[in-house]
């Protein structure tokens, strides 16, 4: 699947029938898939495909934080970007376009102007959305406290997370005030926003043997020979024949293909590389060899996407307890008083946007058993996944836990003042009191998101009774299989997993200690001995 094509907003009767009366949206967590780019690798220019394609205007206009050591403060370089590469004879010379362009080229793999135009269009779906219809985000911000914003270190990642959140707040809607959001990331060893295999030996060893199983399932069969009839002429020579685990490998094919697709015609392939039925017989291979593993192997799951999803769930739960585990924590913005005293400069999380990659989005649909179909995530796709409460919750606590910290989710409206202001009180040293321990940066949030449901006291659960998960792909509704069970969702309608359902089924495959995992075992059987279905 190549570039998406968004479905129109939802009209009044399918706002009443996804946002009932008797929920109130409490937070909403995005994961998107980066926008259009150029292929990751360099193939077919046997076919006239071009190696360097036009497409990146971003690169003329760069600007670099560069201090001034004879004033000691920073200043703003602008400066454009030219791509050098080899000669015949190694000798350097300058890469160019289809048409001798020297500006604007892009490097491999680079987010397009068209990548960035989806993006921002995106964001302003979600604005339609969120701001204008549901009134959930406030129209105008004075600052970002209620967001949580996170992107891998991949450029195209959070080069889609900015544009997006520019679509979103588009300047005129952010204060002249408005300070630097924060945005997340981690180192590539640390990542866990896409599954990490050339950080995680035995995730690499799982994915390999379940590519290796696909090749096995697929070389040999009607489906490839016509994929061959298709493509076969333009293989290199030291590797004629198209297949799974052929050079370039099938789902590199289907990447270069969907990249061309996603542009303008002076960067695209043969006519027969668009072939309809090839193209749906390639994508299928192509999900099976990716994302099987998710639907099948409980430890696949865990190790390629059990730790996002288990960050996700935790953020959900600290909104739940109304702690700053909803995300505050990992912002890292200091607090002026507790939450519980009811302060309204403690602005709770209510909005969270992750740049990923189409692996991610995958995985997690695969490992919550509601990836049903063999489509490869289009660019630009996202899953909302999103917590409400019903209105009378916070009663309902109240009375089952009376000695539980109680507050209330504000409404959206501009946030006060920025952080850093008011009282001298900190936020990290209110936890102290708040949950029984000093909290400092480095340490784990407060509460019970990590913590497994089979090990949570009959207290603790209660914190999580009366929310619901929802998710929705591309803006369809999409059910988790065991959330179907009674007394698992909301009376009428499956797709509303209780918090309490959704977190028992996450925390099966959220792994105790990734890294250590990660390094267990490598090469032991990489595949299950009995049925660990997805989603249940």
């Known amino acids: 699947m190549t570039s998406l094509v968004p479905r129109p907003p939802y009209n009044k009767d399918e706002l009443q029938s996804l946002y009932p009366a008797n929920l109130e949206l409490q937070l909403v967590q995005i994961l998107l898939r980066h926008g259009e780019r150029t292929p990751v690798t360099a193939r077919f220019q046997n076919t006239g495909l071009p190696i360097f394609w036009p497409y990146c205007t971003a690169v003329r206009q760069f600007k670099s934080a560069v201090l001034d050591c004879s004033t000691g403060q920073f200043t703003t370089l602008e400066w454009k970007r030219r791509l050098e590469s080899f000669g015949p004879h190694d000798e350097p010379i300058l890469a160019v376009g289809p048409h001798g362009e020297l500006d604007g080229i892009c490097e491999m793999g680079m987010l397009t102007d068209r990548g960035r135009e989806t993006t921002f269009d995106l ?23 209620s967001l949580y914003l996170r992107a891998t270190p991949i450029p195209r990642a959070l080069e889609s997370l900015q544009e997006t959140f520019m679509g979103l ?22 990542e866990t926003l896409f599954p990490n295999d050339s950080s995680c030996r035995r995730f690499a060893a799982l994915a390999r043997a379940f590519a290796q199983r696909a090749a096995g399932r697929w070389n040999e069969t009607d489906e490839m020979d016509y994929l061959n009839k298709l493509y076969g002429k333009w293989m290199p020579p030291a590797s004629p024949r198209v297949a799974v685990d052929g050079r370039p490998r099938l789902s590199g094919i289907m990447d270069t293909i969907n990249s061309t697709l996603a542009h ?12 309809s039925k090839g193209r749906a017989i390639m994508e299928k291979i192509a999900v099976d060899e990716w994302f099987a ?6 430890e696949y799951r865990a190790l390629g996407v059990g730790g996002l999803m288990g960050d996700v769930v935790g953020r ?18 200091p607090q002026h008083k507790n939450r519980a005293e009811g302060n309204e400069k403690a602005t709770p999380i209510r909005f969270g946007l992750s740049g990923c990659h189409d692996t991610t989005l995958a995985g997690v649909l695969a490992s919550l058993g509601a990836l049903e179909n063999d489509k490869w995530p289009p660019f630009t796709s996202h ?25 209330t989710i504000p409404p959206a409206e501009n946030a006060g003042p920025s952080a850093g202001s ?91 200690n990734w890294k250590q995992e990660c390094s267990a075992n490598v090469k032991g059987p990489a595949f299950p001995t009995k049925p660990e279905p997805a989603g249940y």
């Open 316 to 333: 959900m739960v600290g909104s739940a307890e109304h702690s700053s585990a909803d995300g505050e924590y990992e912002v890292g913005r």
């Open 293 to 298: 593993g998710y639907k099948e192997s409980q």
């Open 422 to 512: 008011g009282s001298s009180s900190s936020w990290f040293s209110s936890l102290f009191s708040l949950f029984g321990g000093r909290a400092t940066p480095g340490a784990p949030p407060p509460g019970i998101g990590r913590k497994r449901s089979t090990e949570l006291e009959p207290h603790e659960k209660a914190k999580l009774q009366g929310y619901y998960v929802r998710l929705r792909y591309n803006d369809e509704v999409v059910t988790v299989p065991g959330c179907r069970a009674p007394g698992k969702h909301l009376e009428g309608d499956e797709s509303f997993c209780t918090l309490e359902a959704f977190k028992a089924i996450v925390d099966k495959f959220v792994p105790k």
């Open 169 to 190: 707040y588009p300047p005129h809607t952010r204060s002249p005030s408005f300070p630097p959001p924060t945005i997340l990331q981690r180192s590539l060893g640390d």
């Open 123 to 145: 964001g302003t779906r979600l604005r339609k959305l969120y701001v204008d219809q549901l009134g959930f985000l406030p129209p105008e911000l004075n600052n970002a406290d």
């Open 383 to 407: 899953i909302a996944i999103e917590m409400f409460r019903k209105n009378n919750v916070a009663s309902e606590t109240s009375t089952a836990a009376p000695n539980a910290p109680q507050a």
């Open 264 to 275: 303008g015609p002076d960067t695209r392939l043969p006519k027969e590389f668009y072939d």
